[in-house]
């Protein structure tokens, strides 16, 4: 798990360590859920995003991607296939993805800078799709406002 993991952080967009998972989830999922269940390192939450999306859980994948980007938002780590899948965008709730967006700020780095805004892109679009700006108001539109959103969609 280890390693795999290592392979989805050196590179968020690669489908194929995804794949990987997703067929170690279908032979050994007791072991793995043992794994990631209350996890604490960066590896292991990053492997629970997506085994949450496994499991449709997509609140759940939702506020770990969130905070594996909050310690580490110099990654895109929402260029994962199953972060742009219409399973997980039609399904995530707003209170999710506002939570989560809020998770990307826990550690007080600066996120107004050009290539944060780029590495932030899927979570605007995410907005755009899985919810209406009143029901996330108070998380992503809160977050928007602090990385020049206007400048953001604009380019």
Known sequence: ???LAGAIASA???PEPYTVLAELWRDKSSELAEVVQGADSLRTVL???YISFLQDDMDGAALAIGSVTGVRPDIAWAEAPWF????????VSAD?????AMRTMDY???LDTESMRERFRPWFEAIDVGGSPREVDTGLYA???S???AECRAS
């Open 1 to 3: 798990m280890h390693y």
């Open 12 to 14: 968020p967009e690669n």
């Open 47 to 49: 492997a629970q995003s």
């Open 84 to 91: 742009s899948d219409e399973r997980f965008l039609g399904v």
């Open 96 to 100: 999710a993805l506002a939570e989560a």
């Open 108 to 110: 007080g780095r600066d």
């Open 143 to 145: 977050y928007a406002a």
């Open 147 to 149: 990385v020049s959103v």
